[in-house]
């Protein structure tokens, strides 16, 4: 099956510097990786996505980069903001049967 | 998107006892799964709710301990059963559409004592 790692557990930036995070997955059939930003209290939400047949996507502050090759996927964060404070977590799946393999999350932390 | 509506949103319950979680689309979707997130922990898939059909279960779930009903397109409930302290997880409802996006409810905080 597929396993996902991401790095790292936690991150603290300063209010205005960039935020990245990593995953790495190991199933070269996913093709589809998310990003959810959980908050204290909620389920997670949809902030942004990729599809294997691109290398990035932007959406205003954030922005996602894939490299098939490597297996590996990130979040970027620029001009952070205290509201961007949450866990976040990446996932893998492929289209058949929609199943999703989540990372271990990563907290962060925006410092005003 | 899609509205998913999950209750109860927290409860706590006795050892022993069984706790039902519904969740409510707010229309049809192909595919609605249900997640365990442990304290501080990542989300882990717990089975996928078939409709009309028998849940398929992830290894190490099963279906006496976790049953699963799926009656509709826009429906299903889990039930933690025989609960013990170890159960306390908050447990997410998740519905696909479109393929491939994956929307989730708002989730169940269990606590068991």
């Known amino acids: 099956g597929e396993n996902v790692e991401q790095h790292p557990s936690t991150l603290s930036v300063q209010e205005g510097d960039s935020a990245v995070i990593k995953c790495t997955y190991s199933?070269?059939?996913?093709?589809?990786f998310p990003w959810y930003k959980q908050e204290l209290g909620k389920g997670p939400q949809l902030i942004i996505d990729?599809?294997?047949?691109?290398g990035e996507k932007k959406d205003q502050r954030i922005a996602v980069t894939l490299n098939k090759t490597a297996k590996h996927f990130s979040l970027h964060i620029t001009e952070t903001q205290p509201e961007d404070s949450a866990v976040y977590f990446c996932?893998?799946?492929?289209?058949?049967?929609?199943?999703?393999?989540f990372g271990t999350g990563t907290s962060l932390t925006v410092i005003p | 998107s899609a509205v998913i509506s999950q209750k109860p949103s927290r409860d706590i319950c006795q050892r022993g006892t069984s706790l039902t979680i519904q969740c409510q689309v707010d229309s049809q979707v192909t595919m609605m799964f249900w997640y365990r997130q442990q304290p501080g922990q990542s989300l882990t898939l717990i089975a996928t709710a078939n409709q009309g059909s028998e849940a398929t279960y992830e290894s190490g779930f099963v279906i006496d301990k976790f049953p699963i009903s799926r009656p509709n397109l826009t429906f299903s409930t889990l039930t933690v059963s025989n609960m013990s302290p170890e159960d306390s997880s908050i447990y997410l409802c998740?519905?696909?559409?479109?393929?491939?996006?994956?929307?989730f409810g708002q989730g169940t905080r269990l606590t068991v004592v």
């Open positions: 199933d070269s059939a996913s093709n589809y």
């Open positions: 990729i599809r294997s047949n691109v």
């Open positions: 998740s519905v696909c559409r479109m393929n491939t996006e994956a929307f």
């Open positions: 996932a893998a799946s492929k289209n058949t049967g929609n199943q999703f393999y």
